[in-house]
């Protein structure tokens, strides 16, 4: 699946991919020199869709991070072939021949993990307000 393809299926993952880039973009402007007024323009502005698809298609080793800090934690095994398992074994893999073909997998995986977390975070909300979620913003 393409970078593209990922952030349109998985929105709510989406959601979180793009404000760790635009945060650590924001974190290596550690010079005093930039204001915080364009920092916040930059948070105002966001990172498009497009561009984060490029990434995740040219680089997506990145998304590990992003993952690994929201608690999805993917390892890439080898014994002949290489496999993957998210969450020690709560998702087990295939085999691929190469390390990239094992990675570009895991990283599906994880996104379909990480949303599914997410889409239960936003109902244990939405119970906890009491109501149905019927307005609840998705984005």
Do not use: C
């Amino acid at each position: 699946m393409s970078g593209i393809e990922l952030l349109e299926k998985y929105p709510l993952a989406a959601n979180v991919i793009k404000a760790s880039i635009l945060e650590k973009m924001i974190e290596s402007f550690k010079d005093d020199s930039v204001p915080d007024e364009f920092k916040e323009h930059m948070r105002q502005q966001g990172v498009e869709d497009d561009k984060v698809a490029v990434m995740i298609d040219v680089q997506p080793r990145f998304l590990f991070d992003v993952f690994d800090d929201n608690s999805v934690f993917i390892q890439i095994n080898v014994f002949n072939t290489f496999s993957y398992s998210i969450n020690e074994g709560e998702v087990i893999s295939g085999s691929w021949e190469t390390r990239k073909e094992a990675e570009k997998a895991a990283i599906e995986a994880a996104f379909d993990v990480l949303e599914e977390s997410l889409q239960e975070d936003r109902m244990k909300v939405i119970a906890q307000n009491g109501n149905t979620g019927e307005h609840y913003d998705e984005n």
